[in-house]
């Protein structure tokens, strides 16, 4: 019973993208069949993992929904989405006729293993980098504010919505993994010149008070909701003050954006 238990846990955290925890639950439960001497028990284990894993692979899609009311897009991008979806959120957001601010809402890694799967190494290349690339120049045309709330563990192209962003609130649970992704060049047009030295000389993780010390987010929270509800605050107030900045020129139009997307977009960018 207690491995039956292990086993259903452990596929919901596959299910949940969370590597990490579904492979202890698993590993534990396949202990227990052959400590009892089951071993189509440890197999049916190890199988259902497998299958739970291939379904939140597959199930990973970029999303946006429309509040034509207050002109507000909501865009959910989570790590690993497909380059289709990213294509089809695009494209409803070129067809919008309301929309007049993005909320993003980022979704990294659980940073706990997600690429550690045996028989499944992380993405590498450039067709990653190349669909977010395009996916920034897309966000050009449109020349929209962009709010994000930022989550889990932000790494690889990942970081260029984060860039992009006129306003970032992340969750405090928030891993970035340096050095910071994307053209160095364009960095300190990005982030400042100090700020993009300590990032680009930095390496593995750094959490989310660091980033708040160097201007990479502008304010953090506790917990997801919380997080993404000061972000759906923040675009309201946006979308309420036509005089603001960001309104007449969003980030997504800076020219070291321009530069950075058309680097990833050409294939000049990988991921390692």
């Avoid at 452990?10 to 969370?18: I, K, P, V, W």
């Avoid at 299958?51 to 509040?67: H, I, L, M, N, P």
């Avoid at 993003?104 to 550690?116: C, K, P």
């Avoid at 962003?165 to 300190?188: H, L, N, Q």
Wanted: contains cysteine.
């Amino acid at each position: 019973g207690e491995a039956a238990a292990l086993t259903t846990v452990g596929a919901a955290f596959a299910l949940l993208r969370n590597a990490g925890e579904a492979k202890k639950a698993i590993h534990a439960a396949v202990d227990i069949f052959r400590r009892l001497g089951i071993q189509v028990g440890s197999q049916f284990a190890t199988a259902v993992l497998q299958t739970a894993t291939a379904a939140a692979k597959q199930s990973v899609e970029a999303t946006v929904e429309f509040d034509e009311v207050s002109g507000l897009a909501t865009v959910r991008i989570m790590d690993g989405v497909s380059r289709s979806s990213l294509e089809a959120v695009i494209k409803a957001l070129q067809e919008s006729k309301t929309a007049k601010c993005i909320l993003l809402h980022l979704e990294g890694s659980s940073g706990q293993g997600d690429a550690e799967e045996e028989g499944e190494p992380e993405q590498t290349g450039t067709d990653v980098p190349r669909s977010y690339g395009v996916f920034l120049m897309g966000l050009r045309m449109i020349a929209l504010p962009m709010i994000s709330s930022i989550c889990g563990k932000i790494s690889g192209p990942m970081w260029s919505l984060v860039l992009a962003s006129d306003y970032r609130v992340a969750a405090t649970s928030t891993v970035f993994m340096c050095p910071i992704w994307g053209k160095p060049e364009c960095m300190g047009a990005l982030v400042g010149h100090n700020s993009a030295t300590q990032l680009c000389m930095a390496n593995g993780p750094r959490d989310s008070l660091v980033m708040l010390e160097n201007g990479i987010v502008q304010q953090l929270q506790r917990g997801l909701e919380e997080t993404r509800k000061v972000a759906l605050e923040t675009a309201k107030r946006v979308l309420s003050t036509p005089a603001m900045a960001c309104r007449k020129q969003p980030m997504v139009l800076n020219q070291a954006i321009a530069e950075y997307a058309l680097s990833a977009a050409n294939g000049k960018l990988v991921v390692v």
